[in-house]
C-alpha cells in the first residue's frame, strides 16, 4: 500500500489494529454478558429469554479456555453474571407458565 493509498482510508482503519489484546477479550466477554443480561431481563417470551441465557452460558463457555488470555476475574464476573441470569431465566419461566 502506497503512502497515498494509506491516506485515503479513513482514520478508523488507519489505526485499526486486527489483533486485540487480552484486555480487549476480557472486556468484550463482559460487556457481551452484560448485554444479554439486561435483554434477557427484558424479554417478552420464554424463547427469548432462553435464547439470552444460552447466550451468557457462551460467553462463560469461552472464558474457559486456558491460554487464551482471560484472566480469573473476568471468568469469575462471567459466573456471577450466570447466576444472575439464571435467576432471571427461571423467575421468567415461572411467571410465565403461571399466568397460563
Known amino acids: 500500500m502506497s503512502k497515498s493509498d494509506h491516506d485515503s482510508l479513513p482514520l478508523s482503519e488507519r489505526e485499526r489494529n486486527p489483533l486485540l489484546s487480552e484486555t480487549d477479550i476480557n472486556y468484550i466477554l463482559v460487556n457481551g454478558a452484560q ?3 439486561s435483554k434477557l431481563k427484558r424479554s ?3 424463547e427469548d429469554s ?3 441465557y444460552a447466550e451468557i ?3 462463560l ?3 474457559l479456555s486456558r491460554g487464551a488470555g482471560i484472566s480469573d476475574s473476568t471468568r ?3 459466573q456471577q453474571l450466570h447466576r444472575e441470569a439464571t435467576h432471571a431465566h427461571m ?3 415461572k411467571a410465565t ?3 397460563r
Do not use: C, P, R, W
Open 35 to 37: 448485554i444479554a443480561l
Open 50 to 52: 432462553l435464547f439470552f
Open 44 to 46: 417478552k417470551t420464554v
Open 57 to 59: 452460558g457462551a460467553y
Open 91 to 93: 423467575n421468567h419461566n
Open 76 to 78: 469469575e464476573e462471567l
Open 61 to 63: 463457555e469461552v472464558s
Open 97 to 99: 407458565h403461571a399466568v
